[in-house]
């Protein structure tokens, strides 16, 4: 089975400026890497894949799922992808707690600072963030920022993990630490993964297929 399936166009305009994304990529493999200098479109290929960008044509499938084909557009509700973001996107005013079982709770309410549902008290254990649980973002290391971010794209339960340069603001011996925690995590889970990276180690370990962007096209 095909697992990802991406042949979508999008023409981004700013200004006077226009960016032309021309993604066409195709993989049995469960971990993509894409790798491309800054400005290529990585991101925004995440972002489409994730449904927060629609392309204006074309198609983009997951495992068989057709998440956009110009008829059907699933909302990113629908898609279920575990987004985990490059500065994490922690709510600052929220607990490791909060933040890790915000978007289970239909609409938009914070979650209630000591209330832990199972899958998030699931998620502490598994993070060794139960310590932490009361903290806010500030008072967090890297480390338990980049754990408390994961464990929220896991409590929901996703189809598929979404990661943009998950270890950039790491230090080197941390950022090989968590390297091999998420290498045991998703081979354990058997999520599809794509992980935007500039790290070659980082392309090495989870790269079961490698595709490189420039200027909003995929190199062969």
């Known amino acids: ?10 023409t981004l305009h700013s200004g006077a400026r226009s960016f032309e994304l021309d993604v066409r990529l195709q993989t049995p493999h469960k971990r993509l890497v894409l790798i491309g200098p ?3 479109g990585k991101s925004l ?6 449904g927060l960008l629609t392309p204006d044509s074309g198609h983009v499938r997951q495992g068989g799922v057709t998440l956009f084909d110009g008829a059907a557009n ?22 490791v707690r909060q933040n890790i079982g915000f978007g289970l709770a239909p609409g938009w309410r914070n979650p209630a600072r000591a209330h832990c549902p199972p899958a998030v008290a699931q998620w502490l254990t598994a993070f060794g963030l ?24 896991l409590a929901g339960q996703p189809r598929m993990l979404l990661l943009d340069e998950p270890f950039a603001a ?5 950022r090989a630490a968590m390297r091999a925690e998420l290498d045991a995590l998703q081979r354990r889970l058997d999520l599809p993964m794509m992980i935007i990276t500039h790290d070659d180690e980082d392309a090495r370990v989870f790269g079961d297929a490698v595709f ?9």
């Open 1 to 10: 089975m095909i697992e990802f399936d991406l042949d979508f166009r999008k």
């Open 38 to 40: 800054s400005g290529a």
């Open 45 to 50: 290929t995440l972002k489409v894949l994730a």
């Open 74 to 95: 699933l909302a990113p509700q629908q898609r279920r992808a575990g987004y985990v973001f490059q500065d994490y996107a922690l709510f600052p005013h929220l607990n």
């Open 130 to 153: 139960e310590q932490v649980a009361h903290q806010l973002p500030h008072q967090l290391s890297g480390g338990q920022r980049q754990r408390t971010a994961l464990a929220r794209a």
């Open 170 to 174: 790491l230090d080197p011996s941390l």
């Open 212 to 220: 490189t962007l420039v200027d909003g096209k995929v190199q062969s």
